[in-house]
């Protein structure tokens, strides 16, 4: 075993007498790095028939079948022969048996290490790993029991328990008393237990551990009065403990959650494994996880106590800022929070695309909840965060309410608002709220959430290229051979398309302005620090998205000082390609305003005052195409003057402008005054309790295909309004 041999100096098994000699002058010890040795002068030595700390005691076994009697002088009497022969040593949950046929049995209920295989005797009075002594023909091996073979030596000096020690209270009292119960692999059960007293024992049955602990006069103190300390039980024979409570699970782990906050229950399970030798419920490492992590970052059922003066210290830290929580009438359980900083609502006003997203996910935390996400487009193609909310469900009510809380954000900040494109997966809720909300918006689909709809229908990787290709498809006759290519793969899937009206999102129809963007793509772009933020108390995850938006803007705003071009860098880059392709092209001016392009690929009509192409390509991307580059070069005019305005870099600097203000502590907020008022929008700003919604501990249940289930046709279904398969009429979308 390693760093751990057991060594005897000399040891004389006699079989036919089945008992133990220990040579002359010869003490067997228990050393200090849990050697078991023989030796003459040791202040750990063997005195057969006492046992004390660290001493071992040749006594019965504790299953009740050893030698039932010893005599002073060390012998001792064995059983009928009929019965199996057994030698048992004990040592603070240490065993050590020789058996019938000799073997050499460790039973240890602390810690043993599980790479010991074998264990015999050899000519130097020394037991080695993998060696087996054969004697009279005989084998002895060490034999290990398979529910304390995993268990791991813990016995340490700290677990000691002495008459006369001292605790400060009866819980640290208590606490002590669990800690060695648990290291030394045995379970107490509690006697008596108040405010004087303190009584446990050894929760084996006929075990004569006791001890009794009780309170010093005048002070909290709690001292040890008596303690039997010798166990007769031998420990626990299983791999959990009933003393490995949450809180017990909660102090083991606090430190390295401390340290790491990722760390995941499953990683728990394994420390404490390896560490104590407990196996645990995934349950347990849960709760315990949780119990400190509210001790870190404050509980759950905290964060939404908090909501009003968190709004309150948003408004005041970002003057210009929305914040608002709304809780139920009836009982103040959390329902919608909106928040909006000043600094991005100043930026998608004044410099950002009139591009809107619109997309969701949904919350990991105790209370669930739904994360709702608007967001726009600044000029260098990257996403800026506008506003996001926080509600208890998903429902087309709570989509009204966040788009109307959306319009008064910008109604209220401008009166020159340009006409917006939306976009989002168009499902009923948001449908009807852009409708009643803003009305001149043109809403399309997000090609990400059609090309996942388009996916579950038909898995062919090249369908969903040819979709795509369709999706960016400039013109009309562009558009129609590619839809004749789809038909030819799977007509089929071209039926699918074509059910969807293509002004809501394929280029050559779109009616909004989108400047390149055919997806939101919210999401999946958050992703990487969103996934860890959607499991944190709410206050938490608020304070997240702030931190990474205060962060954003100061980033941008330093590397946008170091560019030098008119454009920003996405912007330049595409009009350097267009200026590389327009020098090939042969240019016919027609009067001051319109040219004629000749191209390899065509001729094309270029009229620059309106800013519009045969090719789609300016109107679409806000970027003069390479024809209209060639038009503009021809008339020597400036072709970045021909851009819109939010490729440039002064419309970028712009947009982050504006600074996000850290917000203080929540030990410096005001606290919250009893009898809770409502202001003027009937937001609670008091006393908000958690939502409705609980979700269970533990991982969430998988959705397993059942044995008889697997290879089964799926029922083929028939809408009875188009007399088309696949799906139901209350699903259909066909035009009537």
Known sequence: MANRDLMLDKIHLQQNHQQLDLAHNHNLVLGQNNELE??????????????????????????????????????????????????????????????????????DTQELDENIDELALDHNNEMGIELVNEMDNDENHLVISPILQQRMLASSSSYELQVGQEFPDVRSCRRALRDTAIALHFEIQTVKSDKTRFTAKCSSEGCPWRIHAAKLPGVPTFTIRTIHDSHTCGGIGHLGHQQASVQWVA?????????????????????????????????????????????????????????????????????????????SPTDNSFQ????????????????????????????????????????????????????????????????????????????????????????????????DGVEANFPTAFHGFCMRHLTESFRKEFNNTMLVNLLWELAYSLTIREYDLKMAEI????????????????????????????????????????????????????????????RQLMTWFNERRETSMQWTSILVPTAERRVAEALDR???????????????????????????????????????????????????????????????????????????????????????????????????????????????????PGRPRKKRVRAEDRGRVKRVVHCSRCNQTGHFRTTCAAPI
């Open 582 to 696: 327009a020098r090939t092209y042969q240019v016919l001016r027609a009067n001051e305003a319109e040219f004629e392009v000749i191209s390899h690929e065509g001729t094309h009509i270029v009229d620059i005052r309106n800013r519009c192409c045969l090719c789609r390509g300016w109107e679409l991307y806000g970027l003069p195409c390479a024809h209209a580059v060639a038009a503009l070069l021809s008339c020597r005019q400036n072709v970045h003057r021909f851009t819109e305005s939010c490729f440039t870099v002064a419309t970028y600097r712009k947009t982050y402008s504006q600074t996000i203000h850290p917000i203080p502590d929540k030990t410096l907020w005001r606290e919250p005054t009893f009898g809770g008022e409502m202001n003027a929008n009937n937001a609670i700003e008091v006393f908000v309790n958690p939502p409705k919604s609980l979700r269970p």
């Open 251 to 327: 102090n083991s782990v606090e430190q390295r959650l401390r340290e790491n906050p990722n760390y995941k229950p499953k990683e728990i399970l394994e420390e404490i494994h390896r560490m104590h030798g407990i196996t645990l419920s995934y349950k347990q490492a849960w709760r315990g996880k949780e119990r400190i992590m509210a001790a870190m970052r404050g509980s759950f059922e905290e964060g939404y106590r908090l909501l009003p003066q968190y709004c309150e210290q948003v408004k005041r830290t970002n003057p210009g800022s929305i914040a608002s929580v709304y809780s």
């Open 336 to 431: 919608r929070l909106f928040v909006s900083f000043q600094a991005s609502i100043f930026g998608f006003l004044n410099a950002c695309r009139p591009l809107i997203g619109l997309d969701r996910t949904y919350l990991k935390s105790k209370y669930l909840g739904t994360l709702l996400l608007a967001t726009g487009f600044d000029g260098d193609g990257a996403l800026f965060p506008l506003a996001f909310g926080v509600v208890d469900e998903e429902t087309e009510e709570n989509w009204m309410w966040f788009l109307s809380e959306l319009h008064n954000l910008l109604e209220v900040n401008t009166e020159n608002m340009p006409r917006l494109t939306i976009l989002s997966d168009r499902q009923k809720g948001i449908i």
């Open 487 to 546: 038909n030819d793969v799977s007509p089929d899937a071209a039926y699918w398309i074509k059910r969807i009206p293509p002004r809501l999102w394929a280029s050559a129809y779109f009616e909004g302005t989108r400047f390149g963007h055919l997806t939101a793509n919210i999401i999946e772009s958050l992703n990487t620090w969103l996934l860890e933020a959607s499991g944190l108390p709410i206050i938490q995850m608020t304070e997240c998205i702030r």
């Open 38 to 107: 023989l030796g003459q002068d040791h202040d750990q030595e063997l005195d057969l028939g006492q046992v004390v700390d660290h001493d071992m005691d040749l006594g019965q076994g504790d299953d009740g079948h050893g030698y039932e009697h010893e005599h002073e002088n060390g012998s001792v009497d064995r059983k009928p022969e009929s019965q199996s022969h057994e030698v048992v040593l004990h040592s603070h949950g240490h065993e050590l048996a020789i058996v019938e046929n000799n073997e050499l049995v460790i039973s």
